[in-house]
């Protein structure tokens, strides 16, 4: 997997900005599969936030997708990309898996599903800005976003380019 930084852009997606009203683009980059594009990232906060403690502040990741993708497919690679995180049951690995089936539909190239984290464990999802589920579990949100933001994420430079630092 590679990634590249990206120009920033203006536009704050409306399910982000009900929620955080103070969100700001903090950084994006665009995930690479050989080479093939498969979706950009974009990490939205507040000005205050803090890389090293995203478990514990809002913020909302958005992820537009470059290309046909299975939801299914999106919530099995979440689990084994959240498991590089951390440990967790296979109580919770089947728990978290039903509830990201209902989370992430099918994609085509520019849908986007955003995740959006109240910072006290809430974490609700959005696709093409419509509701698709919720869940309220500070395990499930450090380690779905630890995918991204943990510094034991698989992609260290898309990583650093979303939290401003690539």
Do not use: C
């Amino acid at each position: 997997m590679t990634t590249s930084a990206a120009p920033p852009i203006a536009t704050t997606p409306a399910e982000v900005a009900s929620a955080l009203s103070k969100a700001q683009l903090l950084g994006r980059a665009t995930l690479r599969f050989f080479g093939l594009r498969v979706y950009e990232a974009r990490l939205w906060a507040p000005p205050a936030f803090d890389a090293l403690r995203y478990d514990s502040l809002p913020f909302a990741l958005e992820l537009a997708y470059a290309r046909k993708l299975n939801g299914s497919d999106i919530a099995e690679r979440s689990i084994a990309e959240m498991r590089r995180v951390g440990d967790f049951s296979e109580a919770q690995s089947k728990a978290w898996q039903d509830m990201m089936n209902k989370a992430f539909p099918d994609v085509q190239a520019d849908d986007r599903l955003t995740g959006v984290h109240d910072g006290q464990g809430l974490v609700r999802f959005y696709f093409n800005g419509q509701a698709t589920a919720s869940i309220k579990d500070k395990d499930y949100a450090r380690l779905f976003f630890g995918i991204w933001l943990s510094d034991k994420t698989s992609a260290p430079g898309l990583r650093a380019s979303l939290i401003g630092q690539g």
